[in-house]
């Protein structure tokens, strides 16, 4: 099929971007969304023109890194997935397709369509872990029984990918549903209580400084979630905050 | 140079770990605030190893090339991680954990390095647990675990699918908390170009940082490489685009042996190739083959049928099927290893019963599963008289809670239901076990210079058993490392800092952007793409899951010539003082067109077969390898001596005084 690519083409951070047009033909409809970009950037390349950089790594929805706004979209126009994970099978010949990065203050533009989404990590350095050592002995695992609802949902949190399309999604760039997510997978295990009101204060504090929105439950970080990180998060969350600090 | 000394400890078997511990120099607590380690890597190997480093009080530098430590390859590792615990009381044990392995490696790893492997695995399990990983768990809140190829006890744990992803983010959390305290300095979206010596010990690295194009110099005390495996030289294979050889390679160069390069994993169950574009292979977790068996139609007509699409497999009936893994391997079956497992599933199609386009692939088939789940389920649940569809219904929502987002996987990939109708894979590149050649206390030739994880290649011999990369990346990083690097470190406590103001780091410099500027000058016609799959073809043609002495002779000088056109003839837009992905590959790529000329030298060199690496010259009249303990029981290690077939064979001979080595066989 042909296609009509709109794409955000940015020097670096310090310059200012704009949308290129390019047309593409020859693209199947097996081949994922990704894929189809690499022959886009081969053809760009023998014409040499410099290709359009995106971040992707796994090709395979779990590292998180791929991170494209497809027609508005994060991640594109099928739902539970990751760019890496769409194919060309749902667009058609003749398509207009507008490409651009996450939108956020707080995600700043790299190259092209790359963001630099290191405050994620600086939100989960505030206190997104249980501080145990490692080169200790630590208990039998089996020592620590954990009821098996409360371990799946844990491990639900816990599969949060930290794409940051949650954030692209929302209105106001927030990271709730993120930090929610990392909030919820250690406040729902036994291991992770004795530190829990200092964790959720110290995340939430972190998120504030990198200059992400506020959350005013409109929901679309949850529906443009690939791995349906659920709202449940961002109530808990709350809940653990306010008694955090009432406590504190 | 030259002697291979494994440093492995004397004494029984069961005792030398602990022998070793008691006797190895230890650095006062003082002293380790005064001392520096680069950890080149943050997968499970090298996340864990600087969480534990950092935790003890030395002062740790990070690198890896992605944006955050998180992403590291081992994020997508599915399946599941191996302890032997014998929660399930099937008999497992320590020993028997070491068994497996060894015997599943072909006998072509360390003795003593597996046992140690196999005894802390125990204690991987209760540091994840206190993490906070969210394994899967029984309805009595207890550990659940299940089974993987090649072994016949359940001793792996798991988190669904996505294993490799809960213990990293484990990893990553503890190295955060260290981060948070000052210790650890995480350098993301940074690439090691190469080693830097000084009097012969490793010092520091050099590195690019990928956003500004700029040239680092860092140093250290000591440097540990965690760069994972180097698989993606097959271009096509299971591995993320960016896992390449590059730190492991330059250390070669620089005087690390590299061993083993031959031995590949090639991975039974992928999802087979569609078309030229394709970019990357999806692997459908091993562990789906403790529910599915694997079958091609019996007839020749009846496979041609199906892929010319006049046939579906569900037409089929059980007689008119070949499930030829449990024709063949009765005591084993569908859960032979990977090696065996691969080669039959080749084996068929080469034979003409493959089922897709291509004739590629073979038929993973969850029918029956579905139905047990759903029987049972049914009389526990007390339902009677229930319709074959209401079974049907009931076994796919128990199939789902194992297997569900490998299931939601294979449907976005393939466009097909594999609930209703059977999945299609075929073998894929997927694992190294050879690398950097390192003793018993994981440092390579190169004094001062570890590698741990994927990257070194002692404890899998010449075939990986499923769910162990994941236990020895973090063994290597939380159990292993921790003690022995500090053996060395013992001497360097008067030091001081290592200046990077220094001839060696100049020199070091200077070649890094040499090398840059030479392929940025090229006024070429290729992109780096065109060369890395040419070079994928050579390699997956003529040294993939079968090999010869012809083709790989003629691999060896066909990828000598590719190395030659690429140096003249790429082409990277762009300019190297800025971010260029372009750049980043090729210099990826060039170290493969290296590699690739070893790998296959070293197949050449093996005559017999062992594991992944199969000469066809050798095999047994059933088809099974064959392999020459008398003249190939031996880790082969090679030095760097300029051009790829320079290179100088040492041999480890390989003792084995606590195992029978015995011919394999899963019949
Ligand atoms: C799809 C898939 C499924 C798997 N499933 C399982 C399983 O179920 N069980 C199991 O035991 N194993 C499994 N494996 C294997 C296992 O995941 C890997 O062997 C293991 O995770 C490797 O870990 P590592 O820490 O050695 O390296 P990696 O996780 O690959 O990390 C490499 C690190 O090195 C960095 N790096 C590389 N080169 C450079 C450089 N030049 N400069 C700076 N940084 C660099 C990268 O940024 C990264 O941080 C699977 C593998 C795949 C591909
Ligand atoms: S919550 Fe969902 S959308 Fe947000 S970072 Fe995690 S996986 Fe991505
Ligand atoms: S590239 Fe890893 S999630 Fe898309």
Redesign the pocket.
């Given at each position: 099929m042909k296609l009509y690519l709109k794409i955000w083409r940015q020097k670096n951070a310090s310059t200012k971007g704009q949308m290129v047009d390019y047309t593409l033909d020859g693209v199947e409809s097996d081949m994922s969304f990704?894929e189809m970009l690499d022959i886009l950037n081969e053809e760009l390349i023998s014409k040499g023109e410099e290709p359009v950089e995106f971040?992707?790594?796994?090709?395979?929805?779990?590292?998180?890194?791929?991170?494209l706004m497809i027609n508005g979209r994060p991640h594109g126009p099928d739902s539970m997935i990751?760019?890496?994970?769409l194919h060309m099978r749902s667009f058609n010949d003749g398509d207009e397709i507008v490409i651009e990065p996450w939108r956020a203050k707080a995600f700043p533009v790299i190259k092209d369509l790359i963001v630099d989404r290191t405050a994620f990590d600086r939100i989960q350095q505030a206190g997104g872990y249980i501080s145990v050592n490692t080169s200790g002995r630590p208990v039998d695992a089996n020592a620590i029984p954990i009821e098996k609802e409360m371990a799946d949902k844990s491990f639900n949190a816990a599969t949060c990918?930290g794409?940051g399309a949650c954030v692209a999604a929302c209105k106001n760039a927030s990271a709730m549903l993120f930090t929610s997510a990392k909030v919820s997978q250690f406040a729902l295990l036994p291991q992770g209580q004795v530190e829990a009101a200092e964790r959720v204060e110290n995340m939430v504090r972190q998120m504030d400084l990198e200059g992400f929105g506020n959350c005013t439950n409109t929901g679309a970080c949850e529906i443009e979630c690939?791995k349906g990180i659920s709202l449940e998060n961002i109530a808990r969350m709350n809940r653990e905050y306010l008694s955090a600090s009432v406590k504190g | 140079m030259g002697v291979l000394d494994s440093r492995e400890p004397k004494g029984p078997l069961a005792n030398k770990w602990t022998n070793h511990k008691n006797e190895i120099d230890l650095v006062n607590p003082a002293n380790k605030r005064n001392i520096d380690i680069i950890i080149v890597g943050t997968g499970l190997a090298g996340g864990s190893a600087a969480a534990t480093l950092a935790e003890l009080g030395y002062n740790v530098k990070t690198f890896c090339y992605q944006d955050s430590p998180r992403?590291a390859h081992s994020?997508?590792a599915q399946g599941g991680v191996n302890a032997a615990k014998n929660y399930q009381g099937d008999g497992d044990s320590v020993y028997r954990l070491f068994y497996d392995t060894v015997k599943g490696g072909d006998y072509r790893s360390r003795e003593s390095n597996v046992y140690r492997l196999a005894e802390v695995s125990t204690n991987i399990i209760d540091q994840c647990v206190a993490q906070g990983v969210p394994f899967a768990r029984e309805y009595g809140g207890l550990l659940d675990n299940r089974s993987f190829g090649g072994v016949l006890v359940s001793r792996t744990f798991y988190a669904k699918g996505q294993t490799g992803q809960q213990l990293l983010l484990g990893a990553y959390a503890a190295m955060n908390r260290q981060i948070q305290r000052g210790k650890i300095k995480s350098y993301t979206r940074h690439e090691m170009l190469d080693l830097v010596l000084v009097d012969g010990k490793a010092r520091g690295i050099i590195a690019r940082d990928l956003v500004s194009g700029k040239i680092e110099r860092h140093s250290a005390h000591a440097v540990v490489l965690a760069t994972g495996g180097y698989g993606n030289l097959f271009f096509l294979s299971t591995y993320?685009?960016g896992a390449n050889v590059m730190a492991a390679w330059k250390a070669h160069k620089k005087g690390a042996f590299f061993a083993n390069p031959c031995f590949t994993q090639i991975h039974p169950t992928c999802i087979p190739v569609s078309g030229d574009h394709q970019s990357k292979l999806t692997l459908m977790s091993e562990s789906l083959r403790n529910d599915g068996r694997i079958w091609v139609p019996k007839r020749l007509e009846d496979a041609q049928a199906i892929r010319e699409g006049k046939l579906k497999p569900t037409q089929l009936g059980e007689e008119e099927r070949d499930y030829y893994l449990e024709r063949r391997y009765p005591a084993f079956g569908n859960l032979v290893p990977r090696d065996v497992a691969s080669r039959a599933a080749k084996e068929r199609c080469d034979a003409g019963f493959g089922v897709n386009k291509t004739g590629e692939a073979v038929y993973l088939d969850f029918s029956a599963a579905i139905m047990r789940y759903g029987r049972e389920k049914a009389l526990t649940s007390g339902m009677k008289d229930v319709d074959d569809n209401t079974i049907r219904e009931l076994g796919e929502k128990i199939v789902e809670a194992k297997y569900g987002n490998l299931f939601q996987m294979y449907e976005k990939i393939v466009d097909e239901n594999p609930y209703k109708t059977p999945m299609m894979i075929y073998p894929a590149v997927h694992y190294t076990m050879g690398g950097l050649w390192v003793d018993y206390n994981l440092q390579t030739t190169i004094p001062g210079c570890y590698a741990a994880g994927e990257a070194n290649f002692s404890d899998h011999g010449a075939n990986r058993l499923g769910a162990s990369a994941l236990m020895q990346g973090l063994a290597d990083g939380y159990f292993v490392l921790p003690y022995t690097i500090g053996d060395y470190l013992s001497d360097d406590i008067r030091t001081g800092p290592i200046s990077t103001d220094s001839p060696e780091f100049d020199a070091a410099e200077k070649n890094v952007t040499d090398k840059l500027e030479k392929l940025m000058s090229g006024t070429g016609i290729h992109s780096v793409d065109y060369y890395h799959k040419k070079l994928g073809k050579i390699m997956w043609n003529k040294c993939g899951m079968s090999r010869n002495a012809k083709e790989l002779k003629e691999a060896i000088k066909e990828i000598a010539e590719l190395r030659k056109d690429f140096w003249e003839n790429v082409k990277i837009p762009g300019r190297p003082d800025s971010k260029n992905q372009e750049l980043e590959k090729a210099g990826r790529v060039a170290d493969f067109l290296e590699l690739g000329e070893l790998f296959a030298k070293d197949a050449l060199e093996r005559n017999e077969s062992c594991g992944g690496h199969f000469r066809e010259e050798y095999q047994t009249p059933e088809g099974e390898a064959l392999r020459d303990d008398e003249n190939f029981k031996f880790v082969s290690a090679w030095e760097y001596k300029g051009e790829p077939s320079d290179a100088k064979l040492h041999k480890e001979d390989l003792v084995y005084e606590n195992i029978k080595v015995k011919t394999r066989s899963y019949k």
């Open positions: 990704l971040d992707h790594d796994c090709r395979e929805g779990i590292c998180g890194t791929c991170s990751t760019v890496c994970q990918i794409c690939p | 992403r994020i997508a993320c685009m």
